[in-house]
C-alpha cells in the first residue's frame, strides 16, 4: 500500500516526536537539575537545565510572559501545520521543502508539549533528585506553564578575552554556551537547510 505524501509527512513528524520526548522523559526522570553527563570530552555535555522561556535558554520574564510564549507558539503550530497541508494540496513543493517543514513543524510540537503538559505530570526537578512522573499532589506547574527541557550543551571553546581588550580583557568566555534540546536542532537544521538549497522554491512564489 502506497502511503500519500501527507501521511509520510505525518509519519515524520510523529516520529521526530518520539526521538525529542523519549530524550526529555530519560532526563527529567533520571537526572538531578543541573546534572551534567560528559559525552566526548570537554566539548559535548548532557547538561539538564530548564528553560521557562524561549529556544536556547532564552526567557520572556513572569507568569504573563510564560503564557504569551506558550499561545504564540500554538499559533506558529497552527500556521505551520496549514502552510504545510497547503503545500501538500497543491503538490506544488519539493521534498526537500516539506521534510524542511516537517522539522520545524515537529520542533515547534516538541517544545510545545513541555511548555502545555509537563508542568501537570512531573514533580519539581531539583539539583538533588530528579522528577517524578505522575507526582502524588499534582505537579509543579498548571496547563501552559510548565518548563521546557534543555540538555545538549557544547562549550566548543573554553578560554579567556585577551588583556588588551578593554572592558572584557582576562574574562572568561565559552564559545557557545547556550543549553538546548533536539526539538531546537530540528528547528535549526530546517531553517539552515531551507536557507541554503531550497530558498530558491520560495523566492519563486509571488
Known sequence: ????????????VILLLLVDQTVKFAVKLNMNLYESIPVFGNWFFIHFIENPGAAFGMQLGGTWGK??????????????????????????APTG???????ILAGAIGNMIDSAFYGMIFSES????????FPEGGGYAPFLHGKVVDMLYFPIINSTWPEWLPGIGGREFTFFSPVFNIADSYITIAVFYILLFQHKFFMGKK
Open 1 to 12: 500500500m502506497k502511503l500519500s505524501t501527507g501521511k509520510k509527512i505525518t509519519i515524520l
Open 126 to 133: 531539583t539539583p538533588y533528585a530528579a522528577a517524578t512522573l
Open 67 to 92: 503564557l504569551l510564549l506558550s499561545l504564540i507558539r500554538i499559533a506558529a503550530i497552527a500556521l505551520i501545520s496549514w502552510y504545510m497541508h497547503r503545500l501538500i494540496k497543491q503538490q506544488s
Open 97 to 103: 521543502v516539506l521534510v524542511g517543514g516537517a522539522l
